[in-house]
């Protein structure tokens, strides 16, 4: 059976490129929704040092009649870039799908973002995203009272050196807590772990380690045990981390991804069921308890950007999938096959962010709205898989 083709409910131009997008989990706030973008832009200031290598051109060929003038002729230096970002909030109106309409609300310029993440519990009563972006910084900003906007509350810079911030989790997903802790991944491959002190809004360093030789694309808890950290880098290695042996080794190393490993989710329904995603355009599924090995593997096409759990049922994945669309899975009882049921492929371009409303569906048969965005066309697309009958 094909998988269904859902329509595209409603659609918006980012204008920069759309990297990451999420919907509010917090009910008071589910019609909401985040976008982060990216954008390269050459640097116009006089004194703007450069933050990444610059390759000068060659100077144009001379022959044997150049002049000692000619020699000490100027060459010119291209202008660094910059990596710029706007942080976009919409509102999902209209009472049913035929009459959705995504409406953009606020717009905040950033430095380039490269993931974000909602806390699933309100912080200090206040629905709380967390921001990871090019410059290093995890920011914090919350829908302040009943209203729609984002007001920023704490940052961190995790370096001085111009790494870049790469992705984020919260701890407290599964176990509410007083003091969530943030995982960050960077692209030198270290992992900083932030305390957040609710009563005061600031982000304080817990500990940061060397865990991967290349980019490190992804950090995720074990929601069910958040001693227990996993992450996945370019090094195309997937790691398990212990809080509470300082993190000085990994708990297992596995090569069980050809390529570099860029998307990790712990279910939330399902204490011991962990997904990974990677550019060698797989889907594994591990049982936690034992990582010698995955439960399955699921080729999807394309490159496994993201995975997101349904936000109520533990048996469907919903998948980005950078060259090959957007995708859901259904797994089976044993985690051992997965059927895609439903594949967006609207996207002309990288399928990057995407994520499931935490609007409950109208009836049981209905999945969530789902929202998805994509790179060079910058492009957001609202639409709805179809369930799979049992």
Known sequence: MDPYSPPSLDSDDTIYSADSIEF????????????????????????????????EPAPASTDSNSSADDDDEEVKVEKPMLRLGRLLVYDVEGSSDDSRK?????????????????????????????????????????????????????????????????????????QASE?????????SGDITILDLDTASSTLTENMTWHAHDLEAWIVGWNYHDTNVLYTGADDCRLKGWDMRMDCSYATFTSKAHQMGVCSIQSNPHDEHILATGSYDENVLIWDTR?????????????????????PTRMDVLLAGCMHNGFHVLHYNETWSTALIGSSFMEHKSLAYGVDWSYVPPETPSELPLVVSCSFYDHLIHLWRPSDVPE
């Open 290 to 310: 034992s990582m010698r090995q995955p439960l399955s593997t699921t080729e999807t096409g394309g490159g496994v950007w993201r995975l997101k759990w349904h």
């Open 102 to 174: 995504l409406t953009n609300t606020a717009c905040i310029e950033t430095a380039a973002i490269l993931d974000m993440k909602w806390s699933h519990q309100t912080i200090n009563g206040n629905p709380t995203l967390g921001v990871a972006d090019a410059s290093g910084d995890l920011s914090l900003y919350q829908f302040k009272t009943a209203g729609n906007d984002l007001e920023v509350v704490a940052k961190y810079q995790t370096n001085t050196e111009k790494k870049l911030a790469l992705s984020l989790d919260w701890s407290n997903r599964v």
């Open 179 to 187: 003091s969530p802790r943030i995982a960050v991944s960077l692209s």
């Open 24 to 55: 509010c989990p917090i009910q008071s706030h589910a019609h909401l929704l985040v976008c982060g973008t990216y954008q390269l832009a050459k640097d116009e200031s006089e004194d703007q040092p450069s933050t990444e290598a610059v390759e």
